[in-house]
């Protein structure tokens, strides 16, 4: 008899998908431009704030918030390039950016011992990443990040031992939900931007002006967090 993806998911724990890395965090005074820099730096969507004087995570901020942040601050479609940096306060400490998106308000957390269909529970709520906590502590060193990217690399890897669901279509699976959001070539970045956030997308399809599909946009494609 077929072994079922289910129990293929209950044999198997966080900790196996989980990579040796350093967690790579900031303190909630680091600035808005700090963290754009380290987050180009990295090549990462994300990087979890952490506070030392409570000694807790208070949440993982992400290129969704600061889109939020700046779109905000987008008052009119007049407004051109100089008046906008201006309105922009890249000293801002990032501890301001957590919670302006529903998933930064909360911390994700998950323990590397626990079966990993917690963890595609969790994921499955709409939410993109998780903490991981590899060792009992609260320092970041005991913790790393798990993101929905590094689902999809570890099916990937391991497709053989899915069954037949590989073969099932993503309209079976349920996964075809809803109207996509779309945006105009021409259309203002800023104002694609503020319509993302008012929607609570991450991704916009992307039209010429004959209304054809011409790409899909993913902020969150596969990188690092």
């Known amino acids: 008899m077929e072994q079922s993806p289910l129990h293929f998911l209950k044999e198997k724990t966080i900790k196996d998908i989980c990579k040796p890395q350093t967690l790579v965090w900031v ?3 680091t600035t808005l431009e700090e963290t754009l820099q380290l987050l180009h730096d990295h090549d990462f969507l994300s990087v979890p704030v952490f506070d030392k ?3 807790k995570f208070i949440g993982i901020v992400s290129v969704f918030d600061i889109m939020i942040y700046l779109s905000r601050h987008y008052k009119t479609q007049k407004m051109d390039e100089i008046d906008f940096q201006r309105s922009i306060n890249a000293k801002a400490p990032v501890a301001k950016l957590v919670g302006l998106s529903p998933e930064s308000s909360y911390v994700w957390l998950v323990h590397s ?12 709520m709409g939410v993109h990443r998780a903490l991981v906590e590899i060792e009992n502590g609260n320092e970041p060193s005991k913790y790393q990040i798990i993101t929905q990217s590094d689902i999809i690399q570890y099916l990937k890897d391991t497709i053989n031992q899915l069954g037949s669901i590989v ?5 079976d699976l349920g996964l075809v939900q809803g109207r996509i959001i779309s945006a105009k070539l021409k259309d203002v970045t ?9 929607k609570d997308v991450n991704a916009v399809g992307v039209v010429d002006n004959e209304a054809l599909v011409y790409s899909l946009r993913f902020l969150t494609k596969q990188k690092n967090f």
């Not at 073969?167 to 309209?171: E, I, K």
């Open 27 to 29: 303190p909630p005074e």
């Open 167 to 171: 073969h099932r279509t993503a309209d």
């Open 190 to 198: 800023l104002q694609v931007l503020r319509k993302m956030t008012q």
């Open 53 to 55: 004087e409570t000694n």
């Open 113 to 124: 011992f626990h079966p990993l269909e917690n963890l595609f529970e969790t994921l499955s």
